[in-house]
């Protein structure tokens, strides 16, 4: 049996192809602009912004915007749907120790099976955001396809979480830290010109930064090297580079990652409002799976001194 | 005239009378810099140190213990390089005369001589050159000159005499003098104290002998005092500040003939910090004193008060504490950093320093304020970042006096070698040596480029300017100059090797650059090399219309 619905929320930020192709549920979450608007935020340039105009205005206005994620009735909403027509659902959250969605998700789960006992629906918190989550919610939907159980794909994905990885810089720290999406957010950070902080989740899912490069060559020298001693097979992966508002970069890590690991696919996605408020115009990163992240992330921060090191 | 020993009180009338002959020629040795950039201030640093010693020394009959108050007043309030080698000279002269309570010629000598080799250990790399070999070679060549019958004032004629031709040859020691056509203007600064010190033995007293006590401002001069910082259980440590207008009387009551002199004499029984002048029958008097009654009993002898102020100088001192104190969170490491610019000052502070020095237009911070500093941080390990020659000796300085093993000085000799240091801290790791590594590599990567108007004519490094031109600077070379700033750099950039290998640039803006620039500078830098990045951030820094750092 395993035709349950995988459904995700928003910070997923899978596009419409990835939906259809993956056969993918997104729950739209909101934000808020800065004269107060309210829009639904979905992974879709469909309230009026496109790509620039939004990191244009985010840019003029760091502070102004603020997302919230979809209410536990939306999402007993989203659920009831699918559970009316006999579908069990397993449903992936965006990292819990970021926003409230792990538990709204799990409140609705209570109220839709107290209105349909017979069905199953297991929630999951992903531990990640953005594009390890969706790459995560990928995996699931593969591992579906290849015929495994609601439980058999739940049961992967909570011990395969912590292999999804991020390698990457995120140029302006500022969005993360105020969000408090960084650990020791409390530091503060001022510009930082030319220099590329290297990002990689920790072990809850936050983001941390491993070590820092000056300029965009060093950096992506150092993003290889952190890839090729942390991926496991390669050639097997599909690899996600998402970016803000850095796309000549993107691709050339693209053309990059090509050259060296062969992957089955690189997709470079954007990254809509529901994360772009959070993480600001500075994000390219590749997402990966490969070998677990140790726990203080002290293997990681080694490999990535040891590459600053080397010349 | 035939002076044969000196003892305290005549060695502080002799150095007063050495700080205010090389007052008088301050601003003579600052414009002494090899480049031509207003940023000379070897005379102020060097008047500043030694005021400084002054103003801490109390007055004493022995010499010992006024010079040990002298010198370690000089060492804390040490000044850019040549303050720290004079603070270093000084302290070398003490230690010879620790025991000594009046000193003969030959006492003299030998500490002159024990001063510059205190002077010479106290330089990582000492250079030739300098201030350290007209120290050297003056006391050295007197060697044969001298005899039981010399006296003190010959013996300072001769050292003065050997010390001129010493600095006189320094251009064939030191290139970079020669070619800009300068002689050393700490050496110089050395001889004029030393000359005013014999100027007093002839009796020749020169005005402005006293120091300025205007670096020692009473804050709460408003009459906001902060009572809960004084109770009867304060020690108090920091006396009174007493200034007053006395109006000298003519009633047969009082004494009638007043001289300043030795008013100025009896006032330093009881207090230092002394300023006193006459205009016609008023005196003016400001005086640290733990002994209020005395000043103005003494005072009382010649005249009424017109006006009169006296604070108590612990309240201040302990706000000023407070307020520091208050301040510092416990860190794993502390930065502490040398700017000046409203800007510059709010990047680093932004970028996560925890005390940013305003260096003040020529970057003269003192020891002492290092000092001060590091007493406000509570942290594991600090880090100093002086963004100057000029300040390197006086931080190392200020780490020796505080007597800290977890204090590092990274020598960042420009404000853009600071910021690039900071910017590659990792400031959310706990591995310290990490973090003090990647802000020495940060440092370390960066080519430093600046860009001032030229204040006189020269010629080096194969390049010509005249006075109003705008010249740049690339770390120590003299790169280009031009009428127009824009064209100078263009000009500069291209004589720089390697740089269409270069990434990025960060341009800080100094004060006297408008916003527009950033778009000038971004096309010029890109017409050197497209694929640059480039950066703008208002220093508002005094003196450097632009500077850059490309990495």
Redesign the interface.
């Known amino acids: 049996m395993n035709n349950f619905t995988i459904m995700a929320d928003t910070t997923c930020d899978l596009g419409e192809n990835y939906q259809q192709e993956y056969g993918i549920k997104v729950i739209p979450g909101h934000f808020v602009g800065p004269d107060e608007t309210e829009y639904i935020s979905r992974p879709a340039w469909d309230v009026g912004f496109t790509r620039e105009s939004f990191y244009a205005a985010l840019k003029k206005n760091p502070t102004g915007f603020k997302t919230s994620p979809p209410s536990v009735g939306e999402l007993f909403d989203a659920f009831s749907k699918e559970a009316e027509q006999g579908n069990d659902i397993l449903a992936i959250s965006i990292s819990g120790g970021m926003s409230g969605t792990q538990n709204f998700m799990r409140e609705a789960r209570e109220m839709t099976l107290n209105k349909y006992p017979e069905r199953k629906i297991v929630c999951i918190d992903s531990l990640r955001f953005g594009p390890g989550f969706g790459l995560m919610v990928v995996y699931a939907a593969m591992h579906r396809a290849a015929g495994e159980s609601i439980d058999q794909v739940a049961a992967w994905l909570e011990e395969n979480k912590n292999r999804f990885h991020q390698a990457g810089w995120l140029d302006d720290l500022s969005f993360v830290a105020r969000q408090g999406r960084l650990t020791h957010a409390k530091a503060f950070f001022g510009t930082l010109a030319g220099v590329k902080p290297i990002g990689e989740f920790d072990y809850n899912g936050m983001t941390t930064v491993l070590g820092k490069a000056k300029g965009a060559k060093k950096a992506y020298e150092i993003l290889l090297g952190y890839i090729e001693k942390t991926i496991e097979n390669p050639e097997e992966q599909i690899i996600f580079i998402a970016h803000t508002d850095r796309l000549k970069q993107a691709e050339l890590y693209k053309e990059m990652i090509e050259q060296k690991f062969h992957p089955k696919a690189v997709c470079i996605n954007g990254v809509h409002p529901a994360c772009g408020v959070n993480v600001g115009p500075g994000l390219m990163a590749a997402y990966y799976v490969g070998k677990p992240i140790s726990k203080d992330l002290s293997e990681e921060r080694a490999i990535i001194e040891s590459l600053s090191k080397a010349d | 005239m035939n002076t044969r020993r000196v003892n305290g009180q005549l060695f502080e009338k002799m150095l007063r009378n050495g700080l205010a002959n090389l007052k008088q020629h301050r601003e003579e040795i600052n414009a002494l810099n090899v480049f031509p950039v207003a940023d000379g201030d070897t005379g102020t640093n060097m008047c500043l140190t030694l005021e400084k010693g002054l103003r801490f020394a109390q007055s004493s009959q022995e010499l010992y213990p006024y010079l040990k108050m002298l010198s370690e007043g000089m060492l804390f309030g040490a000044r850019g390089n040549s303050g720290v080698i004079l603070s270093q000279l000084f302290s070398g002269f003490y230690q010879e005369l620790s025991r000594c309570a009046a000193a003969n010629v030959a006492d003299l000598r030998n500490a002159f001589i024990r001063a510059y080799r205190v002077a010479y250990r106290a330089v990582v790399c000492p250079v030739e050159g300098t201030i350290l070999t007209v120290a050297r070679e003056g006391i050295e060549r007197t060697r044969s000159q001298i005899d039981r019958r010399t006296t003190v004032e010959a013996l300072l004629s001769i050292y003065i005499a050997e010390m001129k031709k010493s600095l006189a040859a320094t251009p064939d020691l030191l290139p970079v003098l020669k070619e800009s056509g300068v002689i050393d203007s700490g050496g110089a600064g050395y001889i004029y104290i030393v000359e005013g010190m014999l100027k007093q033995l002839y009796g020749e007293e020169l005005t402005d002998a006293i120091p300025v006590p205007a670096a020692e401002p009473v804050e709460s001069a408003d009459g906001s005092v902060s009572l809960e910082l004084f109770n009867e259980n304060t020690v108090f440590e920091h006396g009174y500040c007493m200034e007053f207008l006395l109006q000298l009387m003519k009633d047969p009551q009082y004494t009638q003939r007043f001289r300043l002199d030795t008013f100025i004499e009896d006032l330093q029984l009881y207090g230092n910090s002394i300023v006193a002048t006459q205009a016609d029958r008023r005196v003016k008097v400001h005086i640290h004193t733990f002994k209020p009654a005395k000043v103005i009993k003494a005072a009382q002898e010649y005249g009424e008060f017109l006006t009169f102020k006296l604070e108590n100088m612990h309240i201040q001192h302990a706000e000023r504490e407070q307020k520091l104190l208050e301040k510092k969170p416990h860190r794993l490491l502390s930065v502490v950093a040398v700017t000046n610019g409203e800007g510059m000052i709010k990047?680093f502070e932004?970028?996560?320093c925890d005390v940013v020095l305003d260096g003040g237009p020529t970057m003269n911070t003192a020891s002492e304020e290092f000092v001060t500093a590091f007493k406000a941080i509570d942290a594991d390990a600090i880090v100093v970042l002086p963004n100057n020659k000029n300040v390197v000796r006086a931080a190392e300085q200020a780490v020796a006096l505080a007597n800290l093993a977890n204090v590092t000085v990274l020598p960042t000799a420009s404000m853009a070698e600071g910021?690039?240091a900071l910017?590659?801290d990792?400031?959310?790791?706990e591995?310290i040596p990490?973090r003090i590594r990647?802000m020495r590599e940060?440092a370390q990567?960066i080519r430093s480029v600046s860009v001032a108007t030229a204040t006189r004519n020269i010629t080096r490094d194969g390049i010509s300017c005249v006075a109003g031109q705008s010249i740049v600077l690339e770390n120590d070379t003299l790169r280009a100059a031009d009428d127009d700033p824009f064209e100078a750099l263009a000009a500069a950039l291209h004589a720089i090797e390697g740089l269409d290998e270069r990434?990025?640039?960060?341009v800080f803006l100094g004060e006297d650059a408008p916003n527009a620039d950033e778009d000038r500078l971004t096309a010029l830098l890109e017409d050197v090399n497209p694929m640059i990045?480039v950066?703008c951030?208002r220093g508002d820094q005094h003196i450097y219309r632009w500077l850059l750092?490309i990495?």
């Open positions: 990047t932004e970028l996560g910021y690039c910017t590659m990792m400031r959310d790791s591995d990490l990647q940060g990567s990434e990025c640039c960060v990045e950066t951030i750092g990495f």
